[in-house]
């Protein structure tokens, strides 16, 4: 519930960021430069969380007071690191607007230096806020993590909107800062409360070395991974004013269910695959790994079916207001279409990565991002051209699909399992249900009112919802029919004989 309503807020933000300033140059600028501080705590928090929660249960099996050292030590070390890349951040701040966007104007990349000055200081508490996040989930505590995105974009659209008439962007990065420092204390004054976070007792613990070793190929492949980020930004802002921003509000929409759902999912089997792992218990994997899997079906079928179908109503719903224009909605709805034919991979990605962190076999996942990396880069440079900012979302699909594929033979492999079997199990879980929804969904989209999206967000909404409820009865008929009760049988004999006289007359005709 608290997931769904920081994601709720998110699109609200989004909403704002639409309404309030479109797709501009000046947006354009807004997130190039909430590129540096995202990439480089992203990637010293996520190594470091996926490294920690292994070795710290262990710890925290072996001795509390043990474990306790290790998390001041990793805290306080974290803290010292992320300072010292905060200042050379701010040091070489028009240098890394450069790299980023080397296509950039020059009024634009006055502009981003200026917003990156501001959102710079947001590297150490955004990084602290992942180390923070993984001591959490390591004790089996989700309450104070999932409160993390609240927290952010409460603070993030209150600073915007006060701040937003006197100094126009800038609002938007002083408001990214304080939902910043915001995700941070959310998490650290828990930690500090319950005794499990305090002064340093020394920087140094023998499990350290375990997690370094562990932590080396994690960093590598999320390193490898962040270029796709980059790639993109470089390639986009060569294009026209604008397509940048509306590249990002296509993602925000796109990437929704791997936040909501993916991420959610991998977290939670994540601390089981290690139990399991540590356990040697296969069948176990197998049962969590198909429940796993059956519900990314399931979702990410859903996903396609409104994306593929709705993207102009859900585009439109969301920006369509302001100074986001009816251009907008044409662009930003065209790579929508892609990452709702790409899912199911975007989805499962979160989860075969966790599984393989859980055993650690860091290694092959860095192998698995750099082959992923080099598909995006050749796709991008092949793709852009033609198709501008919806080559480089598909060149991005395909290296997922890559990636995901790829980890998933391996991780049949290791279970000792058939692709056969692991694909009847998975398709027994999620695909019967995901079909009916995509069903009603389509039969929504055929049978509601033609209205024009550019003229009006409210239709785009209705229609949304109209094919949403639908798509939900169709559900809801299967799972009737599926449990097999009096109405399910009077369903099935009615269809039966539709059917049935279908083909009778069928025949007769011919």
């Given at each position: 519930m608290l997931t769904a309503f920081s994601v709720a807020l998110g699109f609200g933000r989004e909403s704002y960021i639409a309404y309030a300033y479109g797709a501009t140059g000046y947006t354009d600028a807004f997130y190039v430069a909430a590129i540096v501080p995202d990439m480089v705590a992203g990637w010293i928090s996520y190594s470091l969380t996926n490294a920690l929660i292994p070795v710290l249960k262990e710890e925290l099996h072996v001795s509390p007071i043990s474990a306790k050292?290790?998390?001041g030590a990793v805290f306080w070390n974290t803290s010292l690191a992320l300072a010292v890349m905060t200042a050379l951040g701010l040091l070489t701040k028009g240098v890394l607007v450069s790299l980023l966007a080397p296509r950039f104007s020059l009024v634009e990349h006055a502009e981003a230096v200026r917003l990156l000055r501001i959102m710079m200081v947001a590297v150490l508490f955004s990084g602290l806020s992942g180390v923070l996040w993984g001591i959490h989930n390591a004790h089996e505590n989700f309450?104070?993590?999932?409160?993390?995105?609240?927290?952010?974009?409460?603070?993030?659209?209150?600073?915007?909107?006060?701040?937003?008439?006197w100094v126009g962007i800038e609002a938007l990065a002083?408001?990214?800062?304080?939902?910043?420092?915001?995700?941070?204390?959310?998490?650290?004054?828990?930690?500090?409360?319950?005794?499990?976070?305090?002064?340093?007792?020394?920087?140094?613990?023998?499990?350290?070395?375990?997690?370094?070793?562990?932590?080396?190929?994690?960093?590598?492949?999320v390193g490898v991974g962040s270029l796709n980020l980059i790639v993109d930004r470089i390639l986009a802002s060569g294009l026209n004013i604008g397509h940048l921003s509306d590249m990002n509000y296509a993602s925000k929409i796109g990437m929704l269910p791997n936040g909501l759902i993916g991420v959610a999912i991998a977290t939670v089997l994540y601390t089981r695959f290690v139990t399991h792992t540590l356990e040697e218990d296969e069948t176990q994997l197998r049962r969590i790994t198909s429940e796993g899997f059956g519900w990314l079906i399931f979702v990410g079928l859903i996903v396609m079916s409104g994306f593929v179908i709705y993207a102009p109503d859900l585009v439109a719903a969301l920006y369509h207001r302001g100074a986001f224009t009816a251009a907008d909605v044409r662009i930003t709805q065209s790579p929508l279409l892609i990452y709702g034919w790409f899912g199911v991979f975007y989805l499962a990605s979160p989860l075969v990565t966790h599984f393989f962190f859980a055993r650690k076999e860091n290694a092959f996942v860095m192998r698995s991002s750099l082959l992923a990396v080099a598909v995006n880069i050749v796709g991008s440079l092949s793709l852009v051209g033609p198709l501008g900012i919806v080559g480089l979302v598909l060149a991005n699909a395909l290296s997922q699909a890559v990636y995901v594929l790829l980890q998933t033979r391996i991780m049949l492999r290791r279970l000792h399992w058939s692709a056969r079997v692991f694909l009847i199990e998975v398709f027994r879980r999620g695909l019967a249900p995901g079909l009916a929804f995509a069903v009603g969904a389509a039969l929504a989209a055929l049978t509601a009112p033609e209205h024009g999206y550019a003229m009006s967000s409210l239709a785009g909404l209705l229609r949304g919802?109209?094919?949403?409820?639908?798509?939900?009865?169709?559900?809801?008929?299967?799972?009737s029919i599926a449990r097999g009760n009096m109405v399910s049988r009077f369903l099935r004999d009615l269809f039966c004989g539709v059917v049935h006289r279908m083909v009778r007359a069928y025949r007769k005709r011919t």
């Open positions: 050292r290790l998390v309450y104070y993590p999932s409160m993390v995105g609240i927290i952010y974009n409460i603070l993030l659209l209150t600073v915007a909107l006060l701040l937003h008439p002083y408001g990214f800062l304080a939902g910043t420092i915001g995700r941070f204390l959310v998490q650290f004054i828990p930690l500090v409360a319950h005794n499990r976070l305090g002064a340093p007792d020394g920087l140094w613990h023998p499990a350290l070395r375990s997690m370094m070793r562990s932590m080396g190929p994690i960093f590598a492949s919802l109209y094919g949403g409820t639908l798509g939900t009865a169709t559900l809801l008929l299967y799972v």
